[in-house]
T-cell receptor
Framework: SQTIHQWPATLVQPVGSPLSLECTVE??????LYWYRQAAGRGLQLLFY??????ISSEVPQNLSASRPQDRQFILSSKKLLLSDSGFYLC???????????FGPGTRLTVT | RKEVEQDPGPFNVPEGATVAFNCTYS??????FFWYRQDCRKEPKLLMS???SGNEDGRFTAQLNRASQYISLLIRDSKLSDSATYLC??????????????FGKGTLLTVNP
């Protein structure tokens, strides 16, 4: 069965510090991968998606970036965090033959 | 019109009640529809897909009205464990295999003893 991992679970970072969140998927090959952010009291916002290694599409221009160095690894990064980057970051995967997306446990980021 | 619109609630119902959530979507080209549930401070989890003919999974019934661009979720015999936020989700085809989902902001349900 498929499993999606995210770490860390929680993170408190000062403004201006860098960020690296990692997501890995097990039990599937060549998945579509997605990064979402959910700010407090708001809906899920799609940040990035990837259809393959090295292929990244950005939904919303901001100070975040994403990379996919391996088939089942997706990384979200920032060089300098802003207060507005606080939120719940969720990684999701989709199998090629279906449209449903399945989420990892998320990383709760607080920028202070 | 928002891409996916839901009544935010909150809905407070007693155990055993029947509750219905509604959702409208703006993109008539949308092809796939889902309901997810999200517990407090947890990730969204797929509850059920919504098919054109309507579908049922135990106490949960989902219906789709393409003409009105409307989706519904009915929960019968509510349990305390049904307390969660219910997200209406619509697929927006963007060509190729890059299918993306648009999430509603969710409807908060609290089932009371």
């Amino acid at each position: 069965s498929q499993t999606i991992h995210q770490w860390p679970a929680t993170l408190v970072q000062p403004v201006g510090s860098p960020l690296s969140l990692e997501c890995t998927v097990e039990g599937t090959s060549n998945p579509n991968l997605y990064w979402y952010r959910q700010a407090a009291g708001r809906g899920l916002q799609l940040l990035f998606y990837s259809v393959g290694i090295g292929q990244i599409s950005s939904e919303v221009p901001q100070n975040l970036s994403a990379s996919r160095p391996q088939d089942r690894q997706f990384i979200l990064s920032s060089k300098k965090l802003l207060l507005s980057d606080s939120g719940f970051y969720l990684c999701a995967w989709r199998a090629r033959i279906t449209y449903e997306q399945y989420f990892g446990p998320g990383t709760r980021l607080t920028v202070t | 019109r928002k891409e996916v619109e839901q009544d935010p609630g909150p809905f407070n119902v007693p155990e055993g009640a029947t509750v219905a959530f509604n959702c409208t979507y703006s993109n008539s080209a949308s092809q796939s529809f889902f309901w997810y549930r999200q517990d407090c401070r947890k990730e969204p989890k797929l509850l059920m897909s919504v098919y054109s003919s309507g579908n049922e999974d135990g106490r949960f019934t989902a219906q789709l009205n393409r003409a009105s661009q409307y989706i519904s979720l009915l929960i019968r015999d509510s349990k305390l464990s049904d307390s969660a936020t219910y997200l209406c989700v619509v697929n927006r085809a963007s060509g190729g295999s890059n299918y993306k989902l648009t999430f509603g902001k969710g409807t908060l349900l609290t089932v009371n003893p």
